[in-house]
């Protein structure tokens, strides 16, 4: 079996900000009631013109530049998503045609907020096995589009963006040691978006008017303990199967959902929070596209170094939850 590495990583911003003190203007809520609960400050938004593969497409350019490689190169796309362009075609098809990857095969990854992770692992499978040499994985999101911006529990999480690596060969001992996925169906209901599927369509003026098509959190208190929980287990199993601590570990690069959620991480793990990249005060929850931001940022601002071991995680809808070790 072949080795398989990151060897470029890019991100993408949508640039119009909506900050704490802007919601407060059309919803029942405070900047400082946002911050303590949540750590978050502010979000991006899309554009209306803008669809997920507009994202995408830049991340994919960075990360294909970082890689010294042309879309053209590219033999793999893989793309989680839950808010792609359209259901059919799938968002990487889109994105296919906007990068000019004529010699790529793409698809669609859905594992919500874990959807990274699961995608990453999928790519990786091909290029291990011979099937491709090369795979652009990214993960890209407009949550604002699926939201009741009076749900105020809700709305104020979650903001929209785009991060994406290019995989390959590369050599022994480095790249991805293990991955770890979980699902557990049971508890779906927690993080729903119930409208818009088979269940609910053809989409009608009654499931609009019970906004069926926007993303339901009823069990977000729920799915906060479990978070908690899945995040730190992941972690053991990713250590207790290379056999390495978390002294070895340069940084952990998790899912940003909520920065209760990784203090309560860092606690049941025993690790100070600089253990712990976090971007989540600029950015909210952008779903499956917080992990590879988060490790387009670490790779820039130096945190991640050649050779260092690295740790992603993350937990979402579905439920789903997973893990990737990887030796920079
Ligand atoms: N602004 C001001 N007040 C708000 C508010 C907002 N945006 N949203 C809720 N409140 C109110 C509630 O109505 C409640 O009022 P009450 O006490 O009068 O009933 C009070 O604040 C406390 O609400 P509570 O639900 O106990 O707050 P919390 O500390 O549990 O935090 C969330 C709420 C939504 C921030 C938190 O549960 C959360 O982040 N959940 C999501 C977990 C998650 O992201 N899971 C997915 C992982 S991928």
Redesign the pocket.
Known sequence: MKRVGIIGTGSYLPEKVLSNFE?EKF????DE??MT??GIRERRVAKASEAASDLAQVACKRALAAAGMTAEAIELIVMATITPDTHCPAGANWLEAKLGAKHAVSFDVTA??TGFIFALSVAEQYIKTGVYRNALVVASEIMTRTLDWTD??????WGDGAGAVVIAEVEDGKGILSTHLHSDGAGGD??LMPGGGSKTTPISYKSVDKKLHTLN?IG??Q??KV?VKRFAEVCEEALAHNNVTLDDIKIIVP?Q??L??LQGVAKRLDVPMDKIYVNIERYG?I?SATVPIALDEAVKDGTIQPGDLVLLA????GLTWGSSLIRW
């Open positions: 919601m919803l029942d809520t405070s009631w946002i609960r949540t919500a907020c105020r529990e809700t709305c104020i999480l927690n993080l959190m977000a208190n799915s906060f978070a899912h959902a909520n209760r959620i929850n779903s993350a937990f979402g809808g």
